[in-house]
């Protein structure tokens, strides 16, 4: 594996393009575009305050920087620098602002989800729709772009309105039947909507692309419901991650459940491969040692290597015990991603934070367990490849692949944490069409 | 009647012994009887009144005691001891053989009794140990009944507790159930209340919003707004429509369309599977079918609870099968022919199994007689057939390969042959090369050795001239000085031992051989055997004589072999060659 040199960075936003060809990163108010191949400075733009928010159009011809703090939207032109575009939204605010599949309109939220405003950069024309919803999950388009579905709230009852890209015509606009409404998505075919109610209550509806009701699902009363919601790429399967450690497999056929996969603190299957994370101390060589000791050692997450071990069955986990009289406590299935070839279920139970769980879909069983010394904080598959890189705040990234799984020390690390601060922040974020990933350190 | 002495012993008082004692009263003497009576008190009545009687027996009263007696034995069956009495005044006379009767029958009595008595006291014995074991076992049981009856106590105890802890268990299971209603109802009300104020809460929010939506964004804020430098273009490159019914028209009938596809997507996919799952079927029966058709014979002669009939149906249905058409057809129509000939068929095919099974378990219950089974002779048969066909088939192989070979050796080029052949030669000679140039280094060595040793002859020769004169001018003198060298012989034999030393033991055995074999050595040695020869002059001349010629061989031993500069078994080795060429040629190919 190969690393480039160090780039500074502000606020963790750095974003491959679609097209992979160019990678954009934020220092402060300035966007630094580069080229992925050469790692040449392409472009450099100037914000007129500090950047909170990039986003590649669709078409990897824009860039916009939002800065909500002012209000204000700037776009950028990768093929005509001289180009420039700015949105403000004034009075009324900014909380989100995202692109439309076509790249040629920004969607704006406004504070307090007033409303959500539709800017061309083709025409004039203005577009608002009024009373989105704030949900984790409000605004979803399908994956040809020619459709968002945009979850309302209105005389304290959910809707649905689904509009045409195109013109921003609304085609349908039905009422759900939920309670609140916690999000909405697609399935990659576009034709069905799934939406799930908030964690009160364990309930998934399916709606048609014409709003009917296609489906409605509910595993259990009483108990804290879903807590997060995957396709998988083939729309073939609905993952539904909830409270009680579980995720539930549903069929695109009757939408009904074709198995539920457990999440066990303890692996005692023989089949199943449990990878533990190992650390290698590194050997105290007496007589190099400097004074005072160099700042990349100084860090203790930067000095330590750490390698895979198969372990024997039966493995224990370290599971978390939840505190069970605070807000959002950490169980349940936090995050689940499909492997872009469908054959892969990824998912992370937050009461066992340090375990990555990898399903076989073909076979509807565990496949492989991971676990990390430290809790995993986000994980991302190759968009090309059955690869999954998993990150946990250290400065190691971890791949894993079905021929099995390595710890890659991210080089240079040490030297970006100042006073010796761990990265508290770290994100992946996977180049499309390279399959190469990028990991990003904030501090 | 050691028995009967110990009877009367007064010591003795068991109760055992009293009653042989009165089983053997009859044996008694009258004077020993009164004794007796002292002895046993509790005797049963009718013989005590009988020994009592008898104890009466004196000198006086015969008479008397033998009317009782003969009263007594008569009352008992027994016949009078009395004669018949011819006349009533007579008196009755003693019958002796009466008497003697009466008692050979008594003693006969008696010895059975005793048998009787042996009998009862053995089972009186039996009954007793009987009894013992009994009253033990009784005891052990009354003890187990006890143990059992507290046990029961105990397990009635608990049994009692657990009822209660059940009960109370009950309660708070009841208690729990009725918590978990009412926490379910504050969790129901509380939801509900939680709505309620939610939606409270929310119309605030919204109407704030509301209000807030007024306030911003009605009045025209002149900040809201897009600075452009130029519009870009549509990504798709088509100018914007604008919105009027027909767009609407045309987004529907696009949904539509999107659906549709979809929809057709899913049913290809569907068909696609279905019509593998019906192959699958069709398959599937017609080999339920080929499987079955064997077994249609035997059904229909037996005739079976109908399954002839169910047979026939099947045919019909193979036939059918046969057109393919059948598959395209839809489902509906198809359906339900072919999972109810399916069906039938899988039914036939389990009973079919079953009546297997039935019958293999039948065999195995009647053993392995039957003729299903394979007879002995002819699976020995089979086996001897095999066997002669693996045996051709060897034969065949093997002539196989020796064709092969054939055309093998006869397709090779000449030139390889030759090369090959050149090969092994080139290697051979070489080989043969370094032994020939072995050979003449030997044989190089040999001439020169046999040069020398011609040489070492010549030498001898002339020495042994020298050695022959001087001998005899030395024998001259000796006879001269025949008596005064007496003492100065003695001091040469002890200094030639002393000067002989370690090697003494060698030299004789080396002695003969050398002295015939080695003339060479002595011709490197010659010096030092003349001034030997002349330090030994003055010995007597039979012992000087043996000396001289052990002192010179040895002489030339030691002094030839050292400082020649040949490695002395190398030596010996090459000095053996004349004599024993075998023995060298064995050294020189051990060598090689």
Redesign the interface.
Known sequence: MNFSEVFKLSGLLCKFSPDGKYLASCVQYRLVVRDVNTLQILQLYTCLDQIQHIEWSADSLFILCAMYKRGLVQVWSLEQPEWHCRIDEGSAGLVASCWSPDGRHILNTTEFHLRITVWSLCTKSVSYIKYPKACQQGITFTRDGRYMALAERRDCKDYVSVFVCSDWQLLRHFDTDTQDLAGIEWAPNGCVLAVWDTCLEYKVLLYSLDGRLLSAYCAYEWSLGIKSVAWSPSSQFLAVGSYDGKVRILNHVTWKMITDFEHPATITNPKIVVYKEAEKSPRLALGSLAFPPPRAAAGPLASTESKYEIASVPVALQTLKPVADRANPKIGIGALAFSPDSYFLATRNDNVPNAIWIWDIQKLRLFVVLEQLSPVRSFQWDPQQPRLAICTGGSKVYLWSPAGCVSVQVPGEGEHCPLGGTLANERLSADTHHGSFGALSGT | MGDWMTVTDPGLSSESKNISQNTSETKMSPSSLYSQQVLCSSIPLSKNVHSFFSAFCTEQNIEQSISYLDQELTTFGFPSLYEESKGKETKRELNIVAVLNCMNELLILQRKNLLAQENVETQNLKLGSDMDHLQSCYAKLKEQLETSRREMIGLQERDRQLQCKNRNLHQLLKNEKDEVQKL?NI?ASR?TQY?HD??RK??EY?KL?ER??QL??NKK????????????????GKR??W?TGK??AR??D???K??LN?YEYRQKQILMENAELKKVLQQMKKEMISLLSPQKQKPRERADDGTGTVLSDVEEDAGELNRESMWDLSCETVREQLTNSIRKQWRILKSHVEKLDNQVSKVHLEGFNDEDVISRQDHEQETEKLELEIQQCKEMIKTQQQLLQQQLATACDDDTTSLLRDCYLLEEKERLKEEWSLFKEQKKNFEKERRSFTEAAIRLGLERKAFEEERASWLKQQFLNMTTFDHQNSENVKLFSAFSGSSDRDNLTVHSRPQQKKPHSVSNGSPACTSKLTKSLPASPSTSDFCQTRSCVSEHRSRAWGPAGWQAPQKAGVGLLHTWPAVVRDWCGAKC
């Open positions: 379910q969790i939801a709505n939610m939606k929310e119309r919204n919003k807030l939506h911003v964004m804020d002149k900040k809201i707004a897009m600075e452009v430098l130029n519009y870009v273009g549509r990504a798709d914007g429509s919105r767009t609407e987004n529907e696009e949904m539509y999107i659906l979809d």
